[in-house]
T-cell receptor, first 114, second 115 residues
Framework: EAQVTQNPRYLITVTGKKLTVTCSQN?????MSWYRQDPGLGLRQIYY???????DKGDVPEGYKVSRKEKRNFPLILESPSPNQTSLYFC?????????????FGPGTRLTVT | QKEVEQDPGPLSVPEGAIVSLNCTYS??????FMWYRQYSRKGPELLMY????GNKEDGRFTAQVDKSSKYISLFIRDSQPSDSATYLC???????????????FGRGTQLTVWP
């Protein structure tokens, strides 16, 4: 089944404890992206990757890191999480990036930083 | 000012009603306009996709783009309880240079269709 998977789905952590949220797709998509979704603010792009070893900042990259060493994986790293990074995170992929290319979203990761 | 503005609602309508969802935007370079639907506790899924101005119809759904007014709409005819979801508009430009790969979302409008 074609899908985007994220792990973990739920995570509660403490300020400053490094964490990684994994994202994997099995559709051989070139483009992958991370978003965060907050009430009243909608979906905001954190980082995206047009291809392996190519990553760029979105709207809200501060406090996050990404890497794209393989086409299928695009992990999101929070080196020192803070409470303002409490959010719902989505990974997405598409065969080509915007403007063309339907994005397929993962199921989301709900992160709480205390 | 956010580049894409969307009234978050909530919007509540009876089954069978015609629903109108709207977004406005400020960046005249936007050429591609998308509507995503997001059910509760799920990731968004693409509903419709249009390029430049005009209308596009897909079953009960019609997307309209008015670039002169920087205004896009999604109409749902004969709405059903299964249409209850959050609808997000999204936009991008031609994707040249620094904006290649960027997608800009509205805040989403929460729609409830009651039987």
């Amino acid at each position: 089944e074609a899908q985007v998977t994220q792990n973990p789905r739920y995570l509660i952590t403490v300020t400053g404890k490094k964490l990684t949220v994994t994202c994997s797709q099995n559709m051989n998509h070139e483009y992958m992206s991370w978003y965060r979704q907050d009430p009243g603010l909608g979906l905001r792009q954190i980082y995206y990757s047009m291809n392996v070893e190519v990553t760029d900042k979105g709207d809200v990259p501060e406090g996050y890191k990404v890497s794209r060493k393989e086409k299928r994986n695009f992990p999101l790293i929070l080196e020192s999480p803070s409470p303002n990074q409490t959010s719902l995170y989505f990974c997405a992929s598409s065969y080509t990036g915007p403007p063309a290319g339907e994005q397929y979203f993962g199921p989301g990761t709900r992160l709480t930083v205390t | 000012q956010k580049e894409v503005e969307q009234d978050p609602g909530p919007l509540s309508v009876p089954e069978g009603a015609i629903v109108s969802l709207n977004c406005t935007y400020s960046n005249s370079a936007f050429q591609y306009f998308m509507w995503y639907r997001q059910y509760s506790r799920k990731g968004p899924e693409l509903l419709m996709y249009t390029y430049s101005s005009g209308n596009k119809e897909d079953g009960r759904f019609t997307a309209q783009v008015d670039k002169s007014s920087k205004y896009i709409s999604l109409f749902i005819r004969d709405s059903q309880p299964s249409d209850s979801a959050t609808y997000l508009c999204a936009m991008s430009d031609l994707g040249r240079g620094s904006t290649l790969g960027r997608l800009y979302f509205g805040r989403g409008t929460q729609l409830t269709v009651w039987p």
